[in-house]
């Protein structure tokens, strides 16, 4: 697993360390584990594939991540994409919020065994978007398969300041469900600005990184109650 995250990352214009690599390592090791216990995330049998399909496919983030300084994975369960992009980039905080105790917990078991430059939130989106602490506060907010573009960008955007993004991370649907959000994305000042390829070495896998501008502060009134994004999405 290890040559094949240094070598892979590198073809996709990631350059890891072997400290990186083997941080990687670790993390697939914990979640192994941790899977017993908790249904975190299906992880591959196959060591290459699980290196493959979690942690390189996390990885396509970096690439739009220049600059960057804050970030914060929404709904980050297993960690992914944000715990790939904590290892990758050290130089950015990385805040993982997740509503179930015990996924922080093990999030927050990771930070600390790989001395990860992050920190485990326990709080449901909606509700943490409200804290002025987290509210337009992140350069970047991003997800990966958590809800359809037009629920997702209620959950992200109230997180990222104005002139901040939201990466997305996308299967081959992307541009059909950039286009039920439109309405989504003018309610709650977000700006489409590129649908990106994101391959990994070796894999026919369709997979795209919709990326969105904030172009201005969080109207008051979002996100709104869980029950009401899911059953009227904007």
């Not at 594939?49 to 600059?67: F, M």
């Not at 996924?103 to 326990?122: K, P, T, W, Y």
């Amino acid at each position: 697993m290890r040559n094949r995250i240094l070598d892979s990352a590198r073809e996709m214009g990631v350059h890891l360390t072997d400290e990186q690599a083997e941080k990687f390592v670790r993390y697939h090791e914990m979640l192994i584990s941790a899977n017993k216990q908790m249904n975190l995330t299906r992880v591959p049998d196959d060591v290459i594939e699980a290196a493959d399909r979690n942690y390189l496919d996390s990885l396509n983030a970096v690439k739009h991540l220049s600059g960057v300084q804050t970030l914060i994975d929404v709904g980050a369960g297993a960690g992914l994409p944000g715990i790939p992009i904590a290892i990758a980039c050290p130089h950015i905080r990385v805040t993982l919020l997740d509503a179930l105790q015990k996924r922080v917990g093990f999030l927050q078991s990771v930070i600390d065994a790989l001395d990860l430059n992050a920190e485990a939130i326990h709080a449901r989106a909606e509700d943490a978007a409200r804290k002025p602490e987290l509210r337009d506060a992140f350069d970047v907010a991003t997800a990966r398969a958590v809800a359809e573009m037009n629920v997702l960008s209620e959950w992200l955007l109230p997180f990222v300041k104005p002139e901040g993004r939201m990466l997305a991370l996308k299967g081959p649907n992307a541009e059909e469900e950039l286009a039920r959000a439109e309405n989504a994305l003018s309610q709650l000042n977000g700006e489409a600005l590129s649908v990106h390829p994101a391959p990994v070495p070796g894999r026919d896998w369709d997979h795209k990184i919709i990326e969105i501008k904030k172009t201005a502060p969080t109207p008051e009134r979002y996100p709104r109650r869980a029950s009401a994004i899911e059953k009227k999405p904007l």
